[in-house]
């Protein structure tokens, strides 16, 4: 489905969060969001040991059947860039000619029940703030 600007977009993208998987694709000509990816090639990509609350997670179907299924690029710091912000993703992606996939953030309750299972999230798919300045340096005293 072709979205309307960014602020509509996010908002379409969220409300088909609301009943599964959905990721928004930004680029030069604009918006387009996907959802309801196909239950068997999702359940194909995914890795055999991953827990079925990992394989919900929509960074884990962006991973596992978008990028390394369907366009064939390895989740790599060289070769995939992470930007904290929706918009700025959809910027560099307008103006470099890629194409910037904007997800739905996991639950704090799915992370934590992932975490209890040993299992560690997709790379960048949690951001929990507020943080430390970078170079800060606490101690008790």
């Known amino acids: 489905m072709i979205c309307p600007p960014l602020a509509g977009a996010l908002e379409c993208l969220a409300a088909a969060g609301r009943e599964g998987t959905a990721f928004l694709l930004a680029g030069a000509s604009g918006f387009c969001l996907l959802s309801h990816p196909d239950p068997v090639q999702v359940a194909a990509s995914m890795p055999p040991q991953s827990s079925a609350q990992w394989r919900s997670l929509d960074a884990a179907v962006l991973q596992q059947l978008l990028m390394g299924r369907l366009w064939g690029i390895a989740d790599s710091e060289r070769d995939v860039l992470i930007a904290h912000d929706a918009a700025d993703a959809a910027r560099t992606a307008a103006s470099t000619g890629a194409t910037a996939v904007i997800c739905n953030p996991p639950s704090f309750e799915a992370v934590?029940?992932?975490?209890a299972q040993g299992e560690r999230v997709?790379?960048?798919?949690t951001s929990f703030g507020?943080?430390?300045r970078t170079g800060l340096v606490l101690r008790t005293f």
């Open 112 to 115: 934590i029940q992932i975490a």
């Open 122 to 125: 997709p790379r960048k798919s």
């Open 130 to 132: 507020p943080k430390p």
